[in-house]
C-alpha cells in the first residue's frame, strides 16, 4: 500500500558504494574526514552498503527506511573502520576502539534496517565486500598507481570482475566507485553481479580518463565558495 515502508530484505541486490575522499573534500571540506597521512587519503573509502532492486520497482531504485523504530543499539564498529570507513566512526581514546558515528547511525537508519541483518552483522558485510574487492583493501592497484594523475576509464574498469559504475564530476574527477552484489538467502553479501542497467544510468560517468586527486589538489573552480 501507498506510503508503507518497504519490507526489510524485499531485494535482490547490494551496491556497495566506495568515494575517492580526496575528491569528496574538495566539494565538501567541513564533512572531510581524511588527512593527508591518513590510509583513506590514498584508498577508497566506505560509503555505504545499499540493498536495491535489479528492476526498479515503481520508479523506485532501491527500498529505505524500512524501520523508523530500528535503534541503531550497538556502540562498536568493526576496527578496520578507522582506516576504511573513517565517516563512520569516532575514536574513543579511553577504550581504544572505533564507535559509531554519525554517518553509521545513518547508514543503518536508510539502509541497514532493509537489509534484514542485525547492526553488527550489516557493518561486518560492508567491510567483508570492500575486502573481496582487487587492490589493498578494496582499492585496485591501478588507482593507488596514479594519484594525482589519471587513468584510462576502460583501464579502471577492467580491474573489475563485473560491470561496475564509476561516478566523476564535471572535471572528470573520480568521485565514486559502485559495486553490485548477488543477496544470498540469509541476507548476506554474496558474489559481485553487474551492476543493473538503472544503477548504471545514474551513477556513471562517460568519461574517457579519470583524475584521482591528491589530497588538498582540486582543481581550478571545484574549490568550494567563500561565503
Given at each position: 500500500?501507498?506510503?508503507?515502508?518497504?519490507?526489510?530484505?524485499d531485494f535482490d541486490v547490494y551496491l556497495l558504494a566506495q568515494t575517492w575522499a580526496p575528491?569528496?573534500?574538495?566539494?565538501?571540506?567541513?564533512?572531510?574526514?581524511?588527512?593527508?597521512?591518513?590510509?583513506?587519503?590514498?584508498?577508497?573509502?566506505?560509503?555505504?552498503?545499499?540493498?536495491?532492486?535489479?528492476?526498479?520497482?515503481?520508479?523506485?531504485?532501491?527500498?529505505?527506511?524500512?524501520?523508523?523504530?530500528?535503534?541503531?543499539l550497538t556502540t562498536q564498529l568493526p576496527r578496520e573502520y578507522i582506516d576504511l570507513a573513517?565517516?563512520?566512526?569516532?575514536?574513543?581514546?579511553?577504550?581504544?576502539?572505533?564507535?559509531?558515528?554519525?554517518?553509521?547511525?545513518?547508514?543503518?537508519?536508510?539502509?541497514?534496517?532493509?537489509?534484514?541483518?542485525?547492526?553488527?552483522?550489516?557493518?561486518?558485510e560492508a567491510l567483508r565486500a570492500m575486502q573481496a574487492l582487487p587492490g589493498d583493501r578494496?582499492?585496485?592497484?591501478?588507482?593507488?598507481?596514479?594519484?594525482?594523475?589519471?587513468?584510462?576509464?576502460?583501464?579502471?574498469?577492467?580491474?573489475?570482475?563485473?560491470?561496475?559504475?564509476?561516478?566523476?564530476?564535471?572535471?572528470?574527477?573520480?568521485?565514486?566507485?559502485?559495486?553490485?552484489?548477488?543477496?544470498?538467502?540469509?541476507?548476506?553479501?554474496?558474489?559481485?553481479?553487474?551492476?543493473?542497467?538503472?544503477?548504471?544510468?545514474?551513477?556513471?560517468?562517460?568519461?574517457?580518463?579519470?583524475?584521482?586527486?591528491?589530497?588538498?589538489?582540486?582543481?581550478?573552480?571545484?574549490?568550494?565558495?567563500?561565503?
Open positions: 500500500q501507498s506510503g508503507m515502508a518497504p519490507l526489510a530484505g575528491q569528496f573534500c574538495c566539494g565538501k571540506p567541513d564533512r572531510c574526514t581524511t588527512a593527508s597521512f591518513a590510509l583513506s587519503a590514498r584508498r577508497l573509502s566506505l560509503h555505504g552498503l545499499w540493498p536495491g532492486y535489479s528492476q526498479a520497482r515503481e520508479g523506485d531504485t532501491f527500498p529505505a527506511n524500512c524501520s523508523t523504530k530500528a535503534k541503531l573513517p565517516a563512520f566512526t569516532k575514536w574513543n581514546m579511553e577504550k581504544h576502539q572505533a564507535e559509531v558515528g554519525s554517518l553509521a547511525k545513518h547508514e543503518w537508519l536508510k539502509h541497514g534496517t532493509c537489509s534484514g541483518l542485525s547492526p553488527e552483522e550489516y557493518f561486518a578494496g582499492t585496485p592497484k591501478v588507482i593507488e598507481e596514479h594519484i594525482g594523475g589519471e587513468v584510462p576509464t576502460p583501464a579502471l574498469r577492467s580491474e573489475y570482475a563485473k560491470r561496475v559504475a564509476l561516478r566523476a564530476d564535471k572535471q572528470c574527477a573520480l568521485a565514486e566507485v559502485t559495486t553490485c552484489w548477488r543477496k544470498e538467502d540469509d541476507g548476506r553479501v554474496g558474489e559481485q553481479v553487474d551492476c543493473p542497467e538503472h544503477v548504471m544510468r545514474g551513477r556513471d560517468t562517460k568519461c574517457a580518463s579519470l583524475r584521482i586527486n591528491q589530497f588538498g589538489q582540486c582543481l581550478r573552480g571545484q574549490q568550494p565558495k567563500k561565503k
